[in-house]
């Protein structure tokens, strides 16, 4: 990557144990995020090397021959497949989300480098967190054993009130701030 992006966004990452639930809540997330009008990207964390292209198809053809990027667009998606000589840290995952239009970054894994992280946790799988109560925003769990002090509990199904935590809490600052520069003349694009 180049050098920092101009503009940030903010960062908030579901983690939990493997079979917790963090994908079908992430989509719960999502969705009620963007019916808000918030436009949202997500990164998965991968710790092993993963291949997304489909094998035998032009494009898993042209990066096995030995392309540094292997591109696929058609006039309603686009994606980019590189080899990397390092893995990118999350600020320069939120630039790329940024410049791509994006709100916010939404992440599933990164349960080291989050900063900003809710976990799930389904009683079926783990009756033990695997974060802090300082280092979660939220807690989302079928377990009230696991309630923690300071730190707001959602259940499983409830994507509307943990988005309705972040837009406060990550969103609405940021909003209110671009609607204060662009009444003001400034630059109406939050930079």
């Not at 992430?26 to 998965?44: C, H, N």
């Not at 893995?87 to 630039?95: M, P, V």
């Not at 054993?145 to 972040?166: K, N, Q, R």
């Amino acid at each position: 990557m180049s050098a920092a992006p101009s503009k940030t966004i903010p960062i908030v990452s579901v983690v939990g144990k493997s079979d917790s639930g963090k994908t079908t809540f992430l989509e719960r997330l999502i969705r009620a995020l963007t019916a808000r009008g918030w436009r949202v990207a997500t990164v998965k964390h991968h710790v092993h090397e993963f291949d997304i292209d489909v094998p035998g198809k032009d494009s898993w053809r042209h990066a096995h021959a030995g392309a540094v990027m292997s591109m696929v667009s058609s006039p309603a998606q686009f994606a980019s497949i590189r080899r990397v000589e390092r893995e990118f840290t999350l600020d320069e995952l939120a630039g790329q989300a940024a410049a791509a239009g994006a709100d916010i970054l939404l992440t599933e894994g990164y349960k080291t480098t989050a900063t900003a992280r809710i976990e799930v946790s389904r009683r079926s799988r783990s009756e033990e967190l695997i974060s802090t109560a300082e280092e979660l925003i939220a807690l989302v769990t079928d377990n009230p054993a696991l309630c923690l002090s300071g730190v707001t509990t959602f259940a499983l199904d409830d994507g509307e009130g943990v988005a309705t935590l972040v837009e406060t809490r990550y969103l609405a600052r940021r909003d209110s701030a671009v609607a204060s520069l662009a009444s003001a003349g400034g630059a109406a694009d939050g930079d």
